[in-house]
C-alpha cells in the first residue's frame, strides 16, 4: 500500500541552525501539507502546497519557514534559523482527489 | 474559541465494551475526519465523511450536518485501540484540515 514517508525520524539541532525536513509524498498526489504538533498539543496547521506554488499558510508560518518541491518527488521543509519553540513532531501529508489525507510517520524535532 | 470540540478529554474503558467519542464543530465543512494518534506519534486517517454513516470493522463513524456533531463509536473495545482519536474539519474541498484537541483513550484488558 503507498504510503507518505519522512526523513530523518528525529532530528537535533542547536538554536540557530537551519534544518531541513524531508517528504515523500505519495506519487500520484496533487496536494501536499505540513502539520507540527509540540508536546501535549493538538496538530496545528502550517502550510498547503498545489500546482508548485503555496496554497495556504498560517500565522506560524513565517519568513524563517519555506517549502520546496525540488524535483517533483520529495516535499521539503526549511526552518532558515531554529528557535527554541520550534522543537515539535512535524507532519507531512498528501492527497489526491476525492480522498482523506494521508500523513506520514512525523518527524521528531528537538532545538537545543 | 476552538473551531473543534471533542469529548470526553480522556477516557477509560474495560476491554469488551462499547466506547463513544464525540464531536463538535463551529463552522460550515466540506468534509470531516477522524483520524488515531498511537504513543509512537504517527497519525492514521480513519475515516472522512461528508454525510450520514460509515463502517469499517469495530468503528463506526456518524455525522450530523444540521446540528454540526459528529460521533466515532467502537464496539467490543479492545486494548490495541487505545490511542489518541483526533476529530479534524476541513471547510472545502483538499484545504487543510484543522484538528480537534483528541480524545485519549485507554482501553484495561
Known amino acids: 500500500e503507498p504510503e507518505v514517508t519522512q526523513t530523518p525520524s528525529h532530528q537535533v539541532t542547536q538554536m540557530g541552525q537551519e534544518v531541513i525536513l524531508r517528504c515523500v509524498p505519495i506519487s500520484n498526489h496533487l496536494y501536499f501539507y505540513w502539520y507540527r504538533q509540540i508536546l501535549g498539543q493538538k496538530v496545528e496547521f502550517l502550510v498547503s502546497f498545489y500546482n508548485n506554488e503555496i496554497s495556504e499558510k498560517s500565522e506560524i508560518f513565517d519568513d524563517q519557514f519555506s517549502v520546496e518541491r525540488p524535483d517533483g518527488s520529495n516535499f521539503t521543509l526549511k526552518i532558515r534559523s531554529t528557535k527554541l519553540e520550534d522543537s515539535a513532531m512535524y507532519f507531512c501529508a498528501s492527497r489526491t482527489t476525492g480522498v482523506e489525507q494521508f500523513f506520514g510517520p512525523g518527524t521528531r524535532l528537538t532545538v537545543l | ?109
Not at chain 2, 57 to 79: F, M
Open chain 2, 1 to 109: 474559541k476552538n473551531e473543534v470540540e471533542q469529548s470526553p478529554q480522556n477516557l477509560t474503558a474495560q476491554e469488551g465494551e462499547f466506547i463513544t467519542i464525540n464531536c463538535s464543530y463551529s463552522v460550515g465543512i466540506s468534509a470531516l475526519h477522524w483520524l488515531q494518534q498511537h504513543p509512537g506519534g504517527g497519525i492514521v486517517s480513519l475515516f472522512m465523511l461528508s454525510s450520514g454513516k460509515k463502517k469499517h470493522g469495530r468503528l463506526i463513524a456518524t455525522i450530523n450536518i444540521q446540528e454540526k456533531h459528529s460521533s466515532l463509536h467502537i464496539t467490543a473495545s479492545h486494548p490495541r485501540d487505545s490511542a489518541v482519536y483526533i476529530c479534524a474539519v476541513e471547510k472545502t474541498s483538499y484545504d487543510k484540515v484543522i484538528f480537534g484537541p483528541g480524545t485519549s483513550l485507554s482501553v484495561i484488558p
